[in-house]
């Protein structure tokens, strides 16, 4: 069995985080602050029986078909959210950073990401990026 990372990964992560997005609002005002020990409680949440552990080495999720992908979240946002992994690792980067503008990631101009899915939502005072890439496939 293999998981699409579209429908069975990045769809049921966004409807879980902005079904608790409300727990973001009092993180925001603390820059740079990293927030990915409720990133990872939430996509646990999200997938479920999909996951098959949280790795401490190399990319921080495991699932039952054997695909590894990075995490990470912070208050601010930067290119290294998504393009950090796949340059390390060669995987999936699952991400949730400040992101009231999508083009910093929709403009990214790097030929080794395909931007599987974004979503930018408000905690109701905040606005917030979260989005799935992985290493472009070759020949797409």
Not at 2 to 20: H, M, N, Q, Y
Not at 116 to 132: C, E, I, Q, T
Request: proline residues 7%.
């Amino acid at each position: 069995m293999s998981f699409d990372l579209k429908a069975d990964v990045f769809e049921p992560v966004v409807e879980r985080i902005i079904a608790r997005r409300d727990s973001l609002v009092n993180v925001k005002p603390f820059p740079r602050t990293g927030i990915e020990g409720w990133f990872k409680v939430e996509i646990i949440a999200a997938l479920e029986d999909m996951v098959k552990a949280l790795q401490n080495k190399g990319p921080d999720l495991l699932l039952k078909d054997g695909t590894r992908i990075e995490l990470k979240a912070a208050t601010d946002f930067h290119k290294g959210f998504f393009a950090g992994p796949i340059r390390k690792y060669n995987v999936p980067s699952l991400f949730l950073g400040d992101g009231p503008d999508p083009t910093k990631l929709t403009s990214c101009a790097d030929p080794a990401i395909e931007i599987v899915g974004y979503k930018v939502f408000s905690d109701g005072r905040n606005d917030w990026l979260l989005g799935l890439v992985r290493p472009k496939i070759s020949g797409t």
